[in-house]
C-alpha cells in the first residue's frame, strides 16, 4: 500500500532545532517530487518546501530560506526536512506528500496526492 509517514516534531525553545523524517512506503521516494506543508491553528495548509524526483532540484519558502533544508536518503527511502532557528510562528502540524514524477517541484498543494497524517512542531519557551 502507497503511503508517507511522517515522524520527528515535538516541542522546542525559540532557536532550537528540529528534523522532520517523511518515509515512503510502496513506492521508491527519489521516483517522485516529495513536498512539506505545514498547517498552523486556524490557518490554511502552506507548502514549505519541496526536493524533485532525483534530488537535484529543492524550493524552500521565503519564510523558511535559509533556516530550513530539505534532504534525501534513498537508502532509507526517506526525505528530511531540518529545521534550524525556529521561531514560534513555525508553530504548526507538519505533513509531507508524494508529487509527481518530475525532475522539478512546486509547493502548490494541488499537485501532491498522498499525504501523511502529519506531526506536530511546537516553538515555545
Known amino acids: 500500500q502507497l503511503q508517507v509517514v511522517e515522524s520527528g516534531g515535538g516541542l522546542v525553545q525559540p532557536g532550537g532545532s528540529l528534523r522532520l523524517s517523511c518515509a515512503a512506503y510502496?513506492?521508491?521516494?527519489?521516483?517522485?517530487?516529495i513536498g512539506w506543508f505545514r498547517q498552523a491553528p486556524g490557518r490554511e495548509r502552506e507548502g514549505v518546501s519541496c526536493?524533485?524526483?532525483?534530488?537535484?532540484?529543492?524550493v524552500e519558502e521565503p519564510s523558511v530560506k535559509g533556516r530550513f533544508t530539505i534532504s534525501r536518503d534513498n537508502a532509507k527511502n526517506t526525505v528530511y526536512l531540518q529545521m534550524n532557528s525556529l521561531k514560534p510562528k513555525d508553530t504548526a502540524v507538519y505533513y509531507c506528500?508524494?508529487?509527481?514524477?518530475?525532475?522539478?517541484?512546486?509547493?502548490?498543494?494541488?499537485?501532491?496526492?498522498?499525504w501523511g497524517k502529519g506531526k506536530k512542531g511546537t516553538v515555545s519557551s
Open positions: 506528500a508524494q508529487g509527481p514524477r518530475t525532475t522539478w517541484c512546486t509547493t502548490d498543494k494541488a499537485e501532491y496526492k498522498e
Open positions: 510502496g513506492f521508491t521516494s527519489d521516483l517522485y517530487a
Open positions: 526536493i524533485s524526483a532525483g534530488g537535484h532540484f529543492t
